[in-house]
């Protein structure tokens, strides 16, 4: 677009015309000084002072239009048949094409084309343009650089009272926005003039949201629709399931009723993968899975209780915080709860006791994020507590890798979608952890500092290169790791999966050991009470008691270490052994 400035005024407003001409210079006044000035001349610093003739402009952003492409399909329909010849009739062409192949004229023309055709072909493969002659030798020359990464943008809550980000979104159309809910999770610190408002932002732009939600309690939770990028779907602080178009404004579509809605804060909502791209499914800390279809929010379309029991008894659910769905297990699901526990569920099942499979019990803290390895579901992520743990569906007893017990409370994690053997983790000193299982297993790969508040949500780009984190006081920063944390290596893919073996075997091993113990206590036990005649265990002296736990604790040591404690006390004191203060050894420091 060219801009154009007219301006006009009057010949009259100029004044009297200027009228220049070529002459030698002339003398009109002579000035000589005058000394009796000079006495009252007065010295000062010298002193620069801008003068500006133009008006003062503020600074605006402007921005051009971003490229939008859209995918066209094209319909070939078959052609080219006589009027005589029915195309849908097999019978009919395959008479018309050997009624043709005999031709001359077919005969004639077809080698003649063939000839041109293949001498284009040829052509067209004598010589590769895009061909790299030096890439072995750039790839020896290469050296691994250090694993790093930078902040990109800061997008902060642009309200007074600053709230935390429970939750993070990107895009699905190339990750170029970025969907953050705001909510207060404590209860006793919200006020009336805390927002409800939720944001979208633009990664270019961190000075303004490009949008906001509105919904009618702030959203703890939310999610694009990964086949609508129009639609996004969230979570409210009291239960209620909040549905969103874009393309209609920043007021809600649709929203649950309050009596059909969770009875606490929805923690976690995911879509389904169904043919209508509608169902969703939510999770919460009142006990329930809930299903719905967003075109119709009135109810659930199907209820799950978290009983342990298995008896449907809401006053017993398990509270859950986190929620995973791979798309390639449909009928699977899992659920981290309050109390620490892993529940696998089958939706498919026709009962509630068989809706709940399995739990897996390794937390003492709530499981605040659970993920599914995307190259090897089977295997999946948890965080609780102070460590995050990667867990295999064969083992239900304990995890099969563990990172070591941070000094910090960790409270969100994820697999990288690139690269099988990486994962990320934040705390609340807030630092971002960069865990690379194949590089090393006891400490992390990277560790950046974010800022200086606790950091509650985290979220990867599909692609793998830009990483969100939310902060407890509204700010989600956006950075970019290396080339060498999202790209994945070679061999990558082959030796995680011989590792997640090895330790899962591992792990059974130890599983089977384990209840061979139990059964052989449990069988001593009660030959012992046999051989006492029905006396009752509590009659015991507490003397005999310290002995039968001495023996139990020494023969346990022989049989796992294959040496003999009982009689060499310089083992023991070498091995960290050392008498109680019951009299019992044990292990201490």
């Known amino acids: 677009m060219e801009i154009v400035h007219v301006y006009t005024k009057l010949r009259g407003e100029f004044g009297r015309q200027s009228l220049f001409s070529d002459r030698p210079a002339e003398l009109l006044v002579d000035l000589h000084p005058d000394p009796s000035l000079g006495l009252h001349l007065i010295q000062k610093s010298p002193r620069d002072q801008a003068v500006q003739a133009s008006r003062d402009k503020s600074e605006h952003q402007v921005n051009t239009e971003r490229f939008e492409s859209d995918s066209c399909g094209i319909n070939h329909e078959e052609g080219g048949w006589p009027k005589d010849v029915n195309p849908q009739e097999m019978e009919q062409t395959i008479r018309f094409r050997k009624k043709v192949e005999k031709d001359e004229s077919y005969l004639n023309s077809i080698p003649q084309l063939g000839s041109v055709m293949e001498h284009c072909i040829r052509e067209n493969r004598a010589v590769d343009i895009y061909q790299d002659h030096f890439e072995a030798e750039e790839e020896a020359a290469q050296t691994p650089e250090p694993p790093s990464a930078k902040t990109i943008n800061v997008f902060r809550d642009p309200n007074e009272v600053k709230r935390t980000i429970s939750g993070l979104s990107w895009h ?316 994945q290596q070679k061999n990558e893919k082959s030796l995680l999966a011989a590792m997640l073996e090895r330790e899962t075997k591992r792990e059974k091993i130890l599983e089977t050991r384990q209840r061979e113990e139990r059964l052989r206590e449990r069988s001593r036990s009660e030959q012992s009470r046999e051989g006492e005649g029905g006396k009752d265990e509590g009659e015991d002296s507490p003397h005999q008691l310290l002995l039968s736990a001495q023996t139990h604790f020494y023969s346990t040591v022989d049989s796992q270490q294959g040496v003999c404690l009982s009689g060499c006390p310089r083992m023991k004191r070498d091995l960290g052994l050392g008498p109680g203060p019951t009299g019992v050894f044990g292990f201490y420091r």
């Open 172 to 487: 699905p159309d190339g990750g170029r926005k970025l969907a953050a809910a705001y909510s207060c999770l404590e209860f006793q610190r919200t006020s009336r003039d805390m927002s409800l408002d939720s944001y979208i932002w633009d990664v270019e732009n961190p000075n303004r949201p490009e949008m906001a939600l509105k919904p009618v309690s702030a959203l703890i939770c939310l999610d694009y629709n990964p086949k609508d990028p129009h639609t996004l779907v969230g979570g409210s602080y009291n239960g209620q399931i909040v549905y969103w178009d874009t393309r209609r404004g920043s007021r809600p579509v649709e929203f649950s009723s309050v009596e059909q809605s969770h009875r606490d804060p929805v923690y976690k909502i995911i879509w389904l993968q169904s043919k209508t791209g509608t169902d969703v499914f939510s999770a919460s800390t009142d006990g329930q899975v809930l299903w719905w279809d967003v075109r119709k929010l009135s109810e659930p379309t199907d209820c799950l209780v978290l009983d342990p029991g298995k008896e449907g008894n809401l006053d017993r659910a398990l509270g859950a915080v986190s929620l995973e769905f791979e798309p390639t297990m449909p009928t699977k699901f899992l659920v981290g709860t309050e109390q620490g526990v892993v529940v696998s569920c089958n939706r498919k099942a026709k009962t509630a006791a068989e809706k709940m499979v399995c739990t897996y019990d390794g937390h003492h803290g709530p499981v605040y994020a659970l993920q599914r390895n995307p190259f090897f579901p089977k295997n999946f992520l948890t965080v609780g507590d102070w460590t995050a743990r990667i867990w295999s569906e064969d083992v239900k007893e304990s995890s099969i890798m563990w990172t070591r017990y941070q000094m910090s409370y960790l409270m969100d994690a994820c697999w990288s979608p690139t690269r099988p053997s990486v994962f990320f983790t934040v705390k609340m000193d807030g630092v971002l952890d960069v865990w690379d299982i194949l590089f090393k297993q006891n400490d992390p790969t990277l560790s950046l500092k974010v800022c200086n508040e606790a950091l509650y949500s985290l979220r990867l780009q599909d692609n793998g290169r830009l990483v969100a984190c939310g902060s407890q006081q509204g700010g989600a920063t956006l950075l970019e790791i290396c080339p060498g944390l999202w790209t």
